[in-house]
């Protein structure tokens, strides 16, 4: 059975991803606090909060040590990333309309942080990102470096309690970032998020021909892709009534063909390792079996949409391996158990009832196109809205995949 392939299989994958999960060492340095630069290979993790220590080796060969920004000034990957300890004022005030305050004015404390660098030039722009938490910062030439305000916060109105935005950044950018190529209009309609404020940056500098390092050209993704795919599954279908023992079947394993297509989001962070995925299939099974009694015959035919997690580990630029883990919710198509008597016993019929279930999968993706996957899904009882009746469906999925983009 293929359910029994699959319980090897798992081994064999929880194996093989503990010997390749690991994100690649790549080109970088880092300067100690006595200004000593370090060249070296760095755990590049594409990490989604600000790290205050990061792994890495002198060598290809070499054991892998790690650093913190107790010791480290700055560090940097490749043209990719560069962080850099500054110790400033920082707002933390929470965000979420549920934790506003009556409070217009930063609440700021003083804190030691690597700032994530995103624009470098005359005009430098940071980044801290703790959880939902985004603080941009910046300074000009030499000077100190000072976070871009930004707050919501609630207010009394006369329908009740509302809220409003303190937008201090836009007159700080405006104060501080003079220069022809940005209007008085451009700031006014400057939105505090990265894209927007990276553009003004970049203008800023380019005012003053600048030469300007642009972090986020080399952070560019795919955000989407979108897959068909087909392949068989092997499926297993029985039932009993614990209250007449002719009305009982087992239907053994079936092969059947399986169709569908896949929508993956790429989070933007850990290396494009985390996604997101949703996977409309349609599948079908098919039996009958007679008995002294009773012949009984198996349509059962559902729409499965999965809802899951994907976590894939690279083994090179072209070849990675996956776990995933999806809730699935089915659309009945009319599936039905009918029985036919064969003794003067009346014909009848039960509707199937698929319950949602959770599947797992494991699987090995080559050139970011064509995918193979072994996919199990829980044991469902497809009767469960009948007393006395029990039943028990498994199966198992193998599947290819074909990336369109």
């Known amino acids: 059975m293929m359910q029994t392939k699959t319980y090897s299989l798992v081994l064999f994958f929880l194996f093989v991803f503990n010997s390749y999960s690991q994100i690649n060492f790549e080109k970088g340095y880092f ?25 890495y080796k002198l060598t290809d060969n070499s054991k892998v040590e790690n650093n913190s920004i107790v010791n480290v000034q700055e560090f940097g990957i490749s043209n990719s990333s560069k962080y850099k300890r500054v110790t400033v004022n920082i707002d933390r005030s929470r ?8 409070e217009k004015n930063p609440v700021f404390k003083e804190e030691t942080l690597f700032l994530k660098g995103l624009i470098e030039g005359k005009a430098n722009l940071f980044l801290y990102s703790d959880g939902e938490l985004k603080r941009y910062f ?14 919501s ?10 809220f409003k935005y303190n937008n201090q950044y836009k007159q700080q950018i405006y104060l501080h970032l003079k220069c022809d190529g940005l209007s ?27 030469v300007t390092v642009n972090y986020e050209d080399g952070t560019k993704r795919k955000a989407f892709n979108l897959s068909i795919s087909s392949g068989i599954s092997e499926s297993s279908f029985s039932f009993y009534n614990s209250t ?4 009982q079947a087992d239907f053994g394993n079936k092969t059947t063909l399986r169709l569908g297509a896949e929508f993956e989001y790429i989070f933007p962070f850990n290396k494009n390792k985390w996604t997101i995925i949703v996977e409309p299939a349609y599948r079908y099974f098919k039996a009958e079996q007679s008995g002294n009694i009773y012949d009984a015959k198996v349509d059962y035919k559902a729409i499965d949409v999965s809802f899951g997690i994907r976590h894939y580990m690279f083994l090179n630029n072209k070849s ?13 198509l009319n599936s039905k158990i009918k029985f036919k008597g064969n003794t003067g016993n009346s014909n009848f019929s039960l509707d199937i009832r698929p319950l949602d279930t959770v599947v797992f999968g494991f699987g090995y993706k080559y ?24 039943s028990s469906f498994n199966s198992s999925s193998l599947i290819f995949g074909y990336t369109l983009f």
């Open 244 to 247: 007449n023992k002719y009305l």
């Open 184 to 210: 008085l209009e451009n700031i006014e309609s400057l939105v505090y998020e990265k894209e927007k404020l990276v553009k003004c940056f970049l203008k800023y500098n380019n005012c003053f021909n600048s």
């Open 138 to 151: 910046f300074n000009v030439d030499n000077s100190n470096i000072e976070q871009l305000i930004f707050k």
């Open 320 to 332: 990675k391996l996956f776990i995933s883990s999806a809730f699935v919710k089915s659309i009945n």
């Open 95 to 102: 965000v979420g309309i549920e934790n506003l305050t009556y």
């Open 31 to 55: 300067i100690d606090n006595a200004g000593k630069k370090t060249d070296c290979l760095i755990k590049n993790i594409d990490w989604k909060d600000n790290p205050t220590e990061f792994e």
């Open 153 to 162: 916060y609630l207010v009394d109105g006369e329908e009740g309690v509302g």
């Open 367 to 390: 050139n970011n196109k064509f995918s193979i996957e072994l996919r199990y899904a829980l044991e469902q009882n497809l009767l469960r809205n009948y007393f006395n009746w029990h």
